[in-house]
């Protein structure tokens, strides 16, 4: 064994892993690992703000209070989805 695998307690086998090898999960690798947000169960409703599931139907986020109902373009009255930032249609920012 190797100075730096002393002191670092090597990557494989001991250390602090308790056996070494991977840990799982892991930033987007894996369902589950960190930057994989799960898609809502049965046709639920994901808030834009917090990404709570909510029921379909809801008005508002029962999380964090953030309208789920959609809203229409203060410009050419195009519907937009919850949370947009700008209107698919013309482009006009969301107020």
Not at 46 to 72: D, K, M
């Amino acid at each position: 064994m190797g100075i730096l695998d002393r002191i670092f307690g090597g990557h494989h086998g001991g250390g602090h892993h308790g056996g070494g090898g991977h840990h799982g999960g892991g930033y987007g690798a894996t369902p589950g690992g960190y930057g994989n947000v799960p898609p809502p169960p049965g046709g639920a409703i994901a808030c834009p703000s917090c990404r709570a599931v909510n029921a379909v139907g809801a008005r508002f986020c029962q999380q964090c209070g953030t309208s789920l109902a959609p809203s229409a373009c203060a410009q050419c009255g195009t519907t937009l989805q919850a949370g947009a930032k700008f209107c698919g249609q013309c482009g006009k920012a969301v107020a």
